[in-house]
């Protein structure tokens, strides 16, 4: 259901676009390619003199990392095509290899800021990065629910999606009907079926 229309009339006067395609690759890794587009809805002067058109962006940026089968980092890279103080701004993409290492299960947004807080990242970039995690999660959901169907997965093993949304809580009704053997009923409550 979309949002209603408004009641009062209004100017559009920026748009973010943001995209992350998952791929798995055929050494066994996956590749997330990420991309931020800023456009304004107006013109606007540039510190050079020139005229920024509406709709031309003024971010433009993308990040790819790599990572396998543990949610670990094994590479990465940043590029821009656009960004509003040029060469300034570019100059922070080779930062961003040092995303390798990290693990983006393991308190990745906040080794992110740790690393590219502030003056030592992009303030984009590092916005992009903060979706990664769940990209990576939804990209080798098939691949877990392969391996739990076979048998692969180790069955005492919570599955890692529990307890990691409201609709995925252990006492709600999603874990009662799709995973019986991990539900927990609510205190004071009967399980419901």
């Known amino acids: 259901m979309p949002l209603p229309l408004p009641d009062v009339p209004r100017k559009l006067l920026h748009t973010r676009s943001v995209r992350v395609d998952a791929y798995a690759r055929d050494d066994g890794q996956w590749d997330l390619d990420a991309e931020l587009v ?17 709709g031309d962006p003024v971010h ?18 940043a590029a821009y095509d656009a960004a509003p103080f040029d060469e300034n701004c570019f100059c922070i993409a080779s930062a961003y290899q040092d995303l390798v290492g990290l693990n983006l299960l393991r308190r990745f947004r906040d080794a992110v800021k740790g690393r590219f807080g502030r003056v030592a990242g992009c303030t984009h970039l590092t916005e992009l990065s903060y979706l990664l ?11 877990k629910r392969e391996e739990r169907a076979r048998g692969g997965e180790q069955s005492d093993k919570k599955p890692f999606e529990l307890d990691g949304c ?3 809580r252990v006492d709600g009704p999603v874990a009662a009907k799709h995973y019986p053997r991990w539900y927990a009923a609510p205190q004071g409550k009967a399980r419901q079926e």
Do not use: S, W
């Open 166 to 168: 409201h609709a995925l």
């Open 60 to 77: 433009h940026m993308h990040l790819r990392v790599t990572v396998d089968n543990d949610f670990t980092i094994t590479a990465a890279q």
């Open 133 to 143: 995690p769940t990209v990576a999660v939804q990209c080798m959901a098939g691949r």
């Open 38 to 54: 800023d456009v304004k809805g107006y013109d606007f002067p540039r510190e050079n003199g020139t005229i920024h058109k509406m």
